[in-house]
């Protein structure tokens, strides 16, 4: 089973549960500025959830994963610093991203 469903479907299977971390990605925005942005998808409430999941759709995915609730403004900190460096044109590649987040403990199974 997908990890990434797993958790969605509430099957933890010994690993962290759906309710102990934070789904998130980084995309391109599909509209001319093309700036990167990193949405929370599990911290969205009800009147931004439509909008914001409907301009990650549109746009060009980079990464994805889930973060652990217990380390989440961390992980943030990381993911905004990045997200400033892409902007700035610097070329990162999603394996870097994914590897600096498991590196810190900060990218959850």
């Given amino acids: 089973m997908n990890t990434m469903v797993a958790a969605v479907t509430g099957w933890a299977g010994g690993r962290v549960s759906v309710s102990d971390k934070v789904m998130f990605e980084i995309y391109r925005e599909a509209d001319y500025a ?3 942005r990193v949405v929370y998808f599990t911290e969205l409430d009800e009147h931004n959830k439509e909008n914001e999941i409907s301009r990650a759709m549109a746009g060009e995915h980079f990464i994805d994963g889930f973060i652990p ?12 610093e990045i ?3 892409l902007n700035r044109g ?9 590897r600096r987040l498991r590196e810190r403990g900060l990218l959850a199974d």
């Avoid at 217990?70 to 943030?76: L, T």
């Fill in 83 to 85: 997200v400033g460096r």
């Fill in 34 to 36: 093309r700036q990167y």
């Fill in 90 to 98: 610097e070329a990162i590649a999603a394996a870097e991203v994914q």
């Fill in 69 to 80: 609730d217990r380390c989440k403004d961390e992980a943030k900190q990381l993911l905004g």
